[in-house]
Every structure is written in C-alpha cells, then in structure tokens.
C-alpha cells in the first residue's frame, strides 16, 4: 500500500508545483494579452481650445462627441490615421496639473514622425512653439517637445 507520509509529501509537491505553474502562468500571461495602447485620457481646462488643437493643429479626426448633462461635461473620442487614440474630457474647472515634469504621473505623450523637421515646420506655421531638437543618446534618433493648450508636454519622435 505505500508509506503514508511518502503519499502525504507527494501530494504536497504536486500541489506546490500545480501552485507555482498557476501563479507563474496567471503572471507571464498577463504581458501576452497586452496588445497596444488603446487610448490616452486627457483632461482640459478649456474644451472647445482643446478640441481646436487636437482637431486642426495635430489633425485628429473626431470619432464620436458627447455631452453628459449630468457631469456638466464633454467627452470626445479622437482617432488618428483611423485608430481611436485620445479621450478628451471637459469638467467644470478641474485642478491645474503640477508644472513640474517630473511629478509622479504621466509625465508626456509621443507621437512618431517620419520627417521632424517636417513636423516641426507644420507646427510652427501653426503658431505651435517647440524646444530645440534633441538626440537621443541611447537610440541616436531625433526627438522635440511642444505642449496643449494645458501645458501637457507632447513629444515628437523621428522614427
């Protein structure tokens, strides 16, 4: 019939392993079921100023528009090249954000660009100021920052 306690520690390891191969699989899958970004959610100070930059500046297209009388607030769902992106919502005077860049949070947003100096000059007819190019020292690609209408810092990376 077999020692009982060897049954017992038997019993124990499996269980252990069975454990181990859960907790092990429930971690590593979670990073296999990420598959993108799906959408950024920026709130704005002054909704139809937001709306213009996002819209006419960068070029967003408005997916869907909605105002949710009961929050006193508009929420707009914007896309680019035909992929939902940014959630821009109004509230009736919401807090600044710190101006400090690296206060805990999200810190900016970026966008990829084929052309930089391209973008930049866009931007600039625009009346959109932008900081000097920089180069990143780990990729050695070129990269810049401007800001919304809000003070979020938005970045423009040459790919």
């Known amino acids: 019939m077999g ?3 060897l049954a017992l ?3 124990d390891i499996y269980q252990d392993l069975e454990f181990t191969a859960y907790i092990w699989t429930s971690q590593s ?3 296999q079921l990420l598959k993108a970004v799906h959408h950024i959610a920026i709130i704005c100070s002054d909704y139809d100023k937001s709306k213009r930059f996002y819209t006419e500046i960068l070029g967003f297209e ?3 528009e909605v105002f949710r009388e009961e929050r006193s607030s508009y929420k707009l769902d914007l896309s680019l090249n035909g992929q939902y992106i940014i959630e821009l919502f109004s509230f009736p005077d ?5 101006s400090r860049p690296e206060s805990t949070g999200l810190r900016h947003i970026a966008f990829q660009v084929d052309d930089i100096e391209l973008a930049i000059a866009q931007l600039r007819r625009k009346h959109i100021e932008t ?3 920089r180069i990143d020292e780990f990729t050695g690609k070129k990269f810049t920052f ?3 209408p809000d003070d979020l810092p938005i970045e423009l990376y040459e790919i």
Do not use: N, T, V
Request: with cysteine; hydrophobic share 30%; glycine share 0%.
């Open 62 to 64: 408005i997916e869907r």
């Open 94 to 98: 919401p807090p600044k954000r710190p």
């Open 9 to 11: 520690c038997k019993k």
């Open 146 to 148: 401007f800001s919304d």
């Open 29 to 31: 899958s979670i990073m």
């Open 3 to 5: 020692d009982p306690l």
């Open 131 to 133: 900081e000097a190019i």
